[in-house]
T-cell receptor, first 112, second 113 residues
Framework: AQTVTQSQPEMSVQEAETVTLSCTYDTSESDYYLFWYKQPPSRQMILVIRQEAYKQQNATENRFSVNFQKAAKSFSLKISDSQLGDAAMYFCAYKSNYQLIWGAGTKLIIKP | SQTIHQWPATLVQPVGSPLSLECTVEGTSNPNLYWYRQAAGRGLQLLFYSVGIGQISSEVPQNLSASRPQDRQFILSSKKLLLSDSGFYLC????????????FGPGTRLTVL
């Protein structure tokens, strides 16, 4: 069965600095999708970025980018120029058939 | 564009009372629909998902049930609430457009007293 592990329960970063959130997963599939979601204090789940496993190129969305290492089964999220509005829980997820398999989340604190 | 609605936003219910949470999706057809529960500061626990009308898959044995009476309507129910049913309930949908991500409603905060 697929599993997703986020080993950092909490991370903090100074405003305007860069932070990387870690995610590893376990699967025997060769083609799949990976996601990072953000959940701010409002608790609305928001998709941050998506990566398709067959694509070699790392996905990028403005200040958010991923480091996708397929062989190592690693999918980290880099946030550049951190802003106060980035403070949230961040969840990594793996798509398996009809479901998403979720990590436990990382709480990101932004220091002003 | 697609939108997803959940109501109520907040609910306080006594132990032993029934529950009905509703989720509707607009702007898409034949979506996959999901109910999640989230405890405070924790991750998402998948409760039920549905790939079509009347088709419900349960992921966790519990005091809850789900129904899908219409294509874009998903209902979470309980006949008798327990204290442990308190939490934040999220509905989500996933379409067949190839993107494969799930889109979430605003959630319902349920407190059972």
């Amino acid at each position: 069965a697929q599993t997703v592990t986020q080993s950092q329960p909490e991370m903090s970063v100074q405003e305007a600095e860069t932070v990387t959130l870690s995610c590893t997963y376990d699967t025997s599939e060769s083609d799949y999708y990976l996601f990072w979601y953000k959940q701010p204090p409002s608790r609305q789940m928001i998709l941050v970025i998506r990566q398709e496993a067959y694509k070699q190129q790392n996905a990028t969305e403005n200040r958010f980018s991923v480091n996708f290492q397929k062989a190592a089964k690693s999918f980290s999220l880099k946030i550049s120029d951190s802003q106060l509005g980035d403070a949230a829980m961040y969840f990594c997820a793996y798509k398996s058939n009809y479901q998403l398999i979720w990590g436990a989340g990382t709480k990101l604190i932004i220091k002003p | 564009s697609q939108t997803i609605h959940q109501w109520p936003a907040t609910l306080v219910q006594p132990v032993g009372s029934p529950l009905s949470l509703e989720c509707t999706v607009e702007g898409t057809s034949n979506p996959n629909l999901y109910w999640y529960r989230q405890a405070a500061g924790r991750g998402l626990q998948l409760l039920f998902y549905s790939v079509g009308i009347g088709q419900i898959s349960s992921e966790v044995p519990q005091n809850l049930s789900a129904s899908r009476p219409q294509d874009r309507q998903f209902i979470l129910s309980s006949k008798k609430l327990l204290l442990s049913d308190s939490g934040f309930y999220l509905c989500a949908w996933m379409g067949g457009n190839g993107n494969n991500e799930q889109f979430f409603g605003p959630g319902t905060r349920l407190t059972v007293l």
